[in-house]
T-cell receptor, first 109, second 114 residues
Framework: EDQVTQSPEALRLQEGESSSLNCSYT??????LFWYRQDPGKGPEFLFT???AGEEKEKERLKATLTKKESFLHITAPKPEDSATYLC??????????FGKGTKLTVNP | DGGITQSPKYLFRKEGQNVTLSCEQN?????MYWYRQDPGQGLRLIYY???????QKGDIAEGYSVSREKKESFPLTVTSAQKNPTAFYLC?????????????FGSGTRLTVV
């Protein structure tokens, strides 16, 4: 069974304090790993897709990396507007995505 | 602008009542999905459809039903058989065979049993 585990469950940072979120996964034949951002009461917003180990993608203060067992979402010099829940999901053999429970990030000014 | 529209934003259900959540997309996506989100549980798949007039059960289909009569529409009915329906419901779509490109999500419907 495909599984996704995200850590930590919650993370509090001061503005400008860089950190990383972790997504570890067990799947048979990874087709893609996805990162989403979700604000309270809203639907998830797509951030990145990673396909193979060693791949990296960046968007503003966010950088996603992928190894054979886990992915990291690095947040550099975060701002309060980066506060959200970050979701990780994987796709294996089917069309479906399997999601982790998310990391709730709070950035204090 | 293309996107997914879910309605209503808030819905209240009485015990024993069936309710239907609407999901419409104008992205020309083939595949559509329904997820349920509970605090601390993450997103769990209820049903999905890859083409019109065809759909498959997800991990938690009991107490729910769907239809896919049009490419643009994928309504979800929460039946009285669903004993714990209070949750945040999310609809999503993707290019068929292209979940690799990411899902596009709607803004969600919050269902509460009263």
């Amino acid at each position: 069974e495909d599984q996704v585990t995200q850590s930590p469950e919650a993370l509090r940072l001061q503005e400008g304090e860089s950190s990383s979120l972790n997504c570890s996964y067990t799947v048979s034949g990874l087709r893609g790993l996805f990162w989403y951002r979700q604000d309270p009461g809203k639907g998830p917003e797509f951030l990145f897709t990673l396909y193979s180990a060693g791949e990296e993608k960046e968007k503003e203060r966010l950088k996603a990396t992928l190894t054979k067992k886990e992915s990291f979402l690095h947040i550099t010099a975060p701002k309060p507007e980066d506060s959200a829940t970050y979701l990780c999901a994987v796709q294996a053999g089917s069309e479906k995505l399997v999601f982790g429970k998310g990391t709730k990030l709070t950035v204090n000014p | 602008d293309g996107g997914i529209t879910q309605s209503p934003k808030y819905l209240f259900r009485k015990e024993g009542q069936n309710v239907t959540l609407s999901c419409e997309q104008n992205l020309n996506h083939d595949a559509m999905y329904w997820y349920r989100q509970d605090p601390g549980q993450g997103l769990r798949l209820i049903y999905y459809s890859q083409i019109v007039n065809d759909f498959q059960k997800g991990d938690i289909a009991e107490g729910y039903s769907v239809s896919r009569e049009k490419k643009e529409s994928f309504p979800l009915t929460v039946t009285s058989a669903q004993k714990n329906p209070t949750a945040f419901y999310l609809c999503a779509s993707s290019i068929r065979g292209g979940a690799n490109y990411g899902y596009t999500f709607g803004s969600g419907t919050r269902l509460t049993v009263v």
